[in-house]
C-alpha cells in the first residue's frame, strides 16, 4: 500500500535560456492534499507539474517528497506519476496492456502484471473493456484507462496535466466528480493542473494561483474567493470588482479610499494603511445593494451598460467615474421585482465589512 506524501518546493526556478518560465516557487503540499495548479496561458503551471514529475530539469531549487530530495531523480525513480493531456495510450496494444505498460519496462512477469492491471481497471471501473484497443473507446473511457496506467506504479502523488480539458460539459463535471472520489479513495495527493477557476473550486483542498511564473495565492478555495490576495487573482476567480484608488484618510481602524472618479467610501485599515497610499480593493458582486439610497461613504452611483440574464443571477454591468469596469449579481427574482434598463443610474451601495483589500502582485 501506498504511503501518502508531503511535497514541497524549495526555490523552484525554470529557465529557458534568458525566459523565465517558473521563478523561485516555493509551495508544501501536504500528503493526502488535492491541489490545482490554477492560472491563465503561459503562467508557468505546465512547468512546474513537468518539474515536479521529473519531465523537465529544474535550473535552480529543489523538490523533496516526504524525506527524499527527488530534483535531480529520473520519472520513474520518484513516487510520482503523470496523467497526460493526451492520455498517450499506445493505439496497437489492448487497455490491459497499455495498464500494464511500466510493469513491463520493470520486468514484472505477464501474468502477475496483468492481474494487477485488471485491479487497476476494476478500481476505475474499466475492467468490462479490457480487451479493447484505445480507438475502441470514448475520450471519458480513454482517459480512465490513462488514469488507472498513472496508478499502477502506486505513486505517492498523482500529476494531472488538464486531465478534464478534452472532455464536453457534461462528462467534465462527472469525470472532476471521479476524480475526486479517486483522490479520496487512494489518500494520496493529486496535483492538477487547469485553466479553469471553478474546476479549481470544485476539486481543490489548495489552489494554487500562478501569474508570470510565480504564486499570486495558495490556500483552500473558500479563502482564495473571499480573500483574495491581489488584484491578479480577484480578476482571475471572478465575480470581484476591482477598484483602484487611493487612501485619502486613515481613523480609528478605518480609512477613507478615493477612486480618481471622486466618489469616496470607507474600508477597514486591516493593514496600517497610511494617507496618500495607492491601494486596490475588492468588492464581490454579489455583496452590492442596487437602487439603495446609498449611506454616505459606502458607495458609488452608476450607469447601467449591459443586462445578462444567468437564471439564478441577473449580471449587470455599470459605468462609474473613475472606474474601469463594475459589475452586480442580483437574484433573479430580486431583479425582476424592481428591472433595470440600459441607461438608468442606479446608486450602489455595500458595508465596510465587504470592502477587501488587496496587496501588490509578487508578479509585477
Ligand atoms: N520548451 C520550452 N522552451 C522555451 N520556452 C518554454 C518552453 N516550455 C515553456 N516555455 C515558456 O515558459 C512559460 C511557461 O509555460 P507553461 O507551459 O509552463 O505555462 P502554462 O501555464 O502551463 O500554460 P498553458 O496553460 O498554455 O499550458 C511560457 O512563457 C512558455 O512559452
Given at each position: 500500500m501506498t504511503k501518502a506524501a508531503e511535497i514541497e518546493l524549495i526555490e523552484v526556478t525554470k529557465r529557458y535560456g534568458p525566459a523565465l518560465?517558473?521563478?523561485a516557487v516555493s509551495l508544501k503540499i501536504p500528503a493526502g492534499t488535492y491541489c490545482c495548479l490554477l492560472g491563465?496561458?503561459?503562467?508557468?503551471k505546465t512547468t512546474t507539474l513537468r518539474m515536479i514529475a521529473g519531465h523537465e530539469s529544474v535550473s535552480s531549487g529543489d523538490i523533496r517528497l516526504g524525506p527524499a530530495v527527488?530534483?535531480?531523480?529520473a520519472p520513474a525513480k520518484r513516487g510520482t506519476a503523470m496523467m497526460f493531456q493526451s492520455y498517450?495510450?499506445?493505439?496497437?496494444?489492448?487497455i490491459v496492456d497499455n495498464v500494464a505498460f511500466s510493469l513491463k519496462m520493470a520486468g514484472v512477469a505477464k501474468p502477475a502484471r496483468r492481474g494487477r492491471a485488471m485491479e487497476m481497471l476494476k478500481l476505475v471501473q474499466m475492467d468490462h473493456l479490457a480487451?479493447?484497443?484505445?480507438?475502441?473507446?470514448?475520450g471519458g473511457q480513454q482517459q480512465r484507462v490513462a488514469l488507472a496506467r498513472a496508478l499502477i506504479t502506486d505513486p505517492q502523488v498523482l500529476l494531472l496535466d488538464e486531465?478534464?480539458?478534452?472532455?464536453d460539459p457534461f462528462l467534465k463535471i462527472k469525470v472532476r466528480q471521479e476524480l475526486k472520489k479517486l483522490q479520496l479513495q487512494l489518500g494520496i495527493s493529486f496535483i492538477h493542473v487547469t485553466h479553469s477557476q471553478e474546476e479549481a473550486m470544485a476539486l481543490s483542498d489548495l489552489v494554487v494561483v500562478m501569474n508570470g511564473g510565480r504564486i499570486e495565492q495558495a490556500a483552500a478555495p473558500r479563502e482564495v474567493f473571499?480573500?483574495?490576495?491581489t488584484a491578479f487573482v480577484a480578476r482571475f476567480m471572478g465575480d470581484h470588482n476591482v477598484l483602484a484608488g487611493r487612501v485619502s484618510r486613515v481613523a480609528e481602524g478605518n480609512a477613507t479610499f478615493e477612486v480618481p472618479g471622486g466618489a469616496s467610501f470607507t474600508v477597514p485599515d486591516t493593514e496600517g494603511l497610511e494617507a496618500g497610499a495607492p491601494v486596490e480593493i475588492a468588492v464581490r458582486t454579489d455583496r452590492i445593494r442596487l437602487?439603495?439610497?446609498?449611506?454616505?461613504g459606502c458607495g458609488l452611483t452608476g450607469l447601467v451598460q449591459n443586462i445578462e440574464y444567468h437564471g439564478q443571477k441577473v449580471q449587470v454591468a455599470l459605468a462609474a467615474p473613475g472606474v474601469d469596469e463594475f459589475a452586480v449579481q442580483v437574484p433573479e427574482t430580486a431583479f425582476f421585482a424592481a428591472p433595470l434598463a440600459i441607461g438608468d443610474a442606479v446608486p450602489l451601495a455595500w458595508t465596510a465589512q465587504d470592502v477587501h483589500l488587496l496587496k501588490p502582485s509578487p508578479a509585477a
Open positions: 518560465a517558473v521563478d491563465p496561458s503561459g503562467c508557468g527527488v530534483t535531480d531523480l498517450a495510450l499506445f493505439p496497437h496494444l489492448d480487451e479493447r484497443r484505445p480507438a475502441q473507446l470514448s486531465p478534464l480539458s478534452a472532455l473571499n480573500r483574495p490576495s437602487g439603495d439610497g446609498a449611506a454616505p
